[in-house]
């Protein structure tokens, strides 16, 4: 796929707020401490939002550092010297432009604002007065260290998790003996005081991120970054999120960063219209430049072949857990009609279903338990499993739909005498009979037969 090519998007079923109630029904994601009335944009993430997110970020963490001899990890400290961000710019250049209703004084985003009010009125007063110039806002979070609280104390949550991969850029690749090109990753938190927050959990002033930040050489930078930007795409393939809901963007030369020498983002197309998902950066040598001239050390990477040091570039990509979440939620959700009933489900793929396998005794029996529990106890080894006997079975189908989970086996009284289960498939709810002694086997063919396998040519 090319930059800038747009597939027609397909209709989506979910819109915010059914995504928004079923997340908080079924405890994926709520707002966070709701019995205080909750607080601006901050969530809470429920045992299945739990699932979900470890899910998400294992599977990127294998795609990035696992599966690749280049890329090595990193987890580097939230709060760090102040010093790091006034060298990376962030403290002079982190801004989004801040625009007032003349009329009830809400705060918008200027660049957000024709999104929120196609029609130029205030979003909230939904007058037509105006608004003030655009001011530049700092977007830091910041905080004081220590025991006095004056400035000296002052300290910023990042913004990014990438400038401890800079700063560290030396420590790690003399440590691990990396030669150009490499990459080092990490997945963490970051902090920005965002004017909007919106879209559920898209726009948070708390959420997390994951990064990567390739180093090589200068003159192979533009081939890595285009290898970078169909490499990260395939991956959201993988995921099973639909062609036509993912585009990628390039940047114009108006909109780019500070540092950036050129950024595409990956888009999906959510129910207000496309929107970044995850960017991809060429950063040149910004980042280490900077550092380097503002620590007086070193950040270079010495060639023994061309006897010289190299000021490496860096391939960026990065991308949010939370918003991929969102993504997936929304992606994956569906509803149909079945006999008179609407069912509503998650088509996740098996690899980001929060449970893979739910097992499900016919009735709560005291002759079905033990069978089931044994069951259930040789598949959680497996498998991501969920044991339920709560209510009717028809009602923990539905339950298991709505939380994606790929099949739920069913263990009833005839399962005391053939030793065979009910295997039920979400998507077609096709229901097989398997013999418990090849139950393991038969679900993981089953599950691999629903994972998307579909991948674009590079
Ligand atoms: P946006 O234009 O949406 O503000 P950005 O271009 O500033 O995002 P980056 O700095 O490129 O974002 O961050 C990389 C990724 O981190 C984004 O693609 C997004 O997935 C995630 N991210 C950034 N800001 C937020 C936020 N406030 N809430 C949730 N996720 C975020």
């Excluded at 300290?155 to 990438?162: L, S, V």
């Excluded at 062609?243 to 390039?250: D, F, S, T």
């Amino acid at each position: 796929m090319t930059d800038n090519e747009i597939d027609a998007p397909s209709e989506m079923k979910a819109d915010i707020e059914k995504i928004t109630s079923l997340a908080k029904r079924r405890g994926i994601v709520f707002p966070s401490a709701e019995i205080y009335g909750g607080f601006a944009a901050a969530y809470d993430y429920g045992p299945l939002g739990v699932e979900l997110k470890r899910n998400i970020r294992e599977l990127w963490w294998q795609s990035m550092v696992q599966e690749r001899d280049n890329i090595v990890g990193l987890e580097a400290a939230i709060i760090t010297n102040p010093k790091v961000w006034s060298a990376a710019g962030h403290l002079d250049a982190f801004h989004d432009p801040l625009v007032e209703c003349l009329n009830c004084q809400a705060r918008f985003r200027e660049d957000l604002l024709a999104e929120e009010s196609p029609d130029g009125s205030c979003p909230t007063c939904k007058t037509d007065r105006g608004f003030t110039a655009p001011k530049q806002f700092n977007m830091m979070l910041s905080t004081i260290v220590g025991p006095v609280s004056d400035e000296s104390g002052r300290a910023y949550m990042r913004p990014e998790t990438a400038q401890g991969m800079f700063v560290n850029f030396s420590q790690v690749q003399s440590s691990m003996r990396q030669r150009l090109p490499f990459g080092i990753a990490q997945i963490g938190k970051s902090f920005r005081n965002e004017i909007t927050v919106k879209q559920f959990i898209f726009r948070t002033r708390e959420f997390e991120q994951m990064e990567m930040e390739f180093f090589c050489y200068p003159e192979d930078s533009a081939e890595w970054y285009e290898y970078w930007k169909q490499e990260r795409l395939n991956w959201y393939f993988s995921l099973g999120i639909r062609p036509q809901h993912l585009r990628l963007r390039a940047h114009a030369q108006e909109e780019l960063s500070h540092y950036s020498k050129g950024t595409t983002d990956i888009e999906v197309h959510f129910p207000w219209g496309w929107g970044e998902l995850e960017g991809i950066a060429n950063r040149g040598d910004f980042d280490l430049t900077q550092h380097s001239n503002h620590s007086g050390q070193k950040l270079t990477f010495f060639d023994q072949e061309r006897n010289e040091h190299v000021v490496p570039h860096v391939i960026e990509p990065a991308a949010g857990v939370d918003r991929l979440m969102l993504t997936l939620l929304l992606d994956a959700y569906d509803e149909e009609i079945v006999g008179d009933e609407t069912r509503t489900l998650l088509r996740f793929a098996p690899n980001v279903a929060p449970v893979n396998v739910a097992v499900l005794p016919l009735s709560r029996n005291e002759k079905l338990s033990p069978t089931a529990r044994s069951v259930h106890d040789r598949l959680k080894t497996q498998f991501r499993t969920q044991y339920d006997d709560a209510q009717s079975i028809g009602r923990r189908y539905r339950r298991q739909d709505e939380i994606g989970t790929p099949i739920c086996v069913t263990v009833d009284f005839e399962s005391l005498d053939d030793e065979a289960v009910t295997i039920r498939e979400r998507d077609s709810m096709k229901q097989i009979r398997v013999p418990i002694s090849g139950l393991s086997d038969a679900l993981a063919d089953s599950l691999n037969s629903m994972q998307p396998k579909m991948t674009r040519e590079k």
